[in-house]
């Protein structure tokens, strides 16, 4: 049966769910806690988490749950500052900026986002979570095999079949193939060519064939019929993170909320304009204005020191054209319900799929 | 069990899986009627036929197969010349034409691919193909009823949702889906974002939701496992195009041939430099260069009278880098057999994987 994936039984889940990190305004401890104690893999984002506050989390986790939960982090490396791409996204934010009555920072030279570092590992070889991810670059070998020795199932995005091979040849457990549908920040980091990005259908199979590690798919799955379309792909396991968006137990604004609920399928593109690398999120006028005739952006985390303020307005006002939404191409698919409702109609609409013999 | 879908039984073939229409520089005769006979839909690409042409195609094919094949057709509009837009593309051009050697058009006022017409109409009325399929539109009401009163299936193109309702409306019985994936041109009509295109693996499953009437997925599907995920997904049938570019009855180029036999995931983009729409091809010198701050370009098919003497120079001269390779994402799972040999295969592939538990 499907529930019998190699990628379930290595993790110990019941069902090869995960649940995709994502980053909130608020932590995400109480959907994903809820995520793994319904048989699936819950995951929180860590890659804004000092060292302090990723051992708060982990502490909340364990006591929310016994089951088996996963940590993910950023491995972008440190960006160069450019003064004339500085220059030219001051140009690009700045009517922004007046409309909206906010004060142009100085410069985006400082960083917001720290990268993965040798204070986390030693807080995860110490708290062995059953998983921690990789998003923007393939870790360190050492790393790896340090997380690996400490009993710790090692995962990474992979965008393209070259990346997923880069990172097998890593020693990764599980490549976690990111197929252009997929709602957020493109982990690509091999492959930057944001318009060839692979569509999941076509991703996940080719993978399959080029690495001899678990293959976990993402980008666009949101009910049944994609969890069924993963494995006959020849996925181990399926990561789904706009479905768990409108989870009761997740944090998330009620703009963000409401415009999942009238989602479409046409609602999204991929902007470098919030932070300096693609991510997909809902079109906005700040979004749709900066993809103009394809500017170069400030390298991430650096555009965040210009977009940040803009969102914090945003989120204030509660006014959807100046906050980021990050979710993918089938978010129209979403429901309300808790986790655990969720991950029931998910396994049964697989387990109706196929025990009919109609596929 | 699969064979027995909606779409097989509508069109009374055996197997649900669409030869796609092609334009390559010869007709497709052989490789649609190998593909019926093996118990596909096999289809000639007939935009750019006369209607003399037409009519002579369809006598070729009758002659070589009793069995249903279909016709494809483009519902573009006529273009309006824009002087502004031909002058820029003439800048863009020039630096080509003056490599080559070759002469640069004085414009591109002259149009190559004729729109559908009542000649076409009729005499597909008088010859009955089982079905009759249109890319880049909806086709008129009144041309969809006297086609099914004749007792034609017909199909058209839809690459978001909006698209299957406004089809459906116009009473077509089958919704091709067209993700991302695919090869060749979008036939996108009324959602013209070319970033936003939709991946198949979430598109399939809204339009499903959104239709009554049949769904045929296509964009990406290269062997049983996109079959069975495109099933899986809600669609009645499948569309392959790239699959069949390596049929040995498929009158390709060496280099397109050679091309796909070396293909990687990461080939293709979608590029407008070639007719003025957006088209998945394999990136190359011309169309990374003419990509460039995503100029405009004059409206299809006017752009192919600036293209199309570089394309013939690099048939002429077996250069890649000047030829339009058109395929699709999964083009790196191609293999070189007979129609009738993929065909098998493909249902073979698809047999096992849903008489395995392991989905």
Redo the contacts between chains.
Sequence with gaps: ??NSSKFGKRLGIEHPIVQAPMILQKPLVALASAVSNAGGLGSLGCAEMSVDELGQRIAEMKHLTVKPFNLNFFLHSQPTFDPDLDKQARALVAPFYQALGLDLPDNASGTEAETFNTGKLDLLIEQVPAMVSFHFGCPNPTDVDKLKGAGIVVAATAT???EAIVLERAGVDVVVAQ???AGGHRGSFV?D?E?????????V??VS?AVDCLVVAS?????G??I???????ADGVWMGTAFLTCTETPISDVHHNALMVA???D???SRAFSGRPCRAR?TRYSTQL?Q??PEFPAFPLMYNYSSPIKRHGIAEEDLEHQFLLY???A??NKERSAEQLIKALVKEVQD??TT???
Excluded: F, N
């Design positions: 049966m499907w393209t079949v070259k197929g252009w549908e492959s060519y318009d060839v990005g692979i569509g999941t259908l076509a991703l199979p080719q064939d980008g666009g799955i949101a009910d019929r994609g069924v379309a993963c494995r006959a792909l020849g479409a399928d046409e999204t593109h991929l079109r993809a005739g394809r993918g191409q089938a129209a698919l799929l196929v013999a109609s596929i």
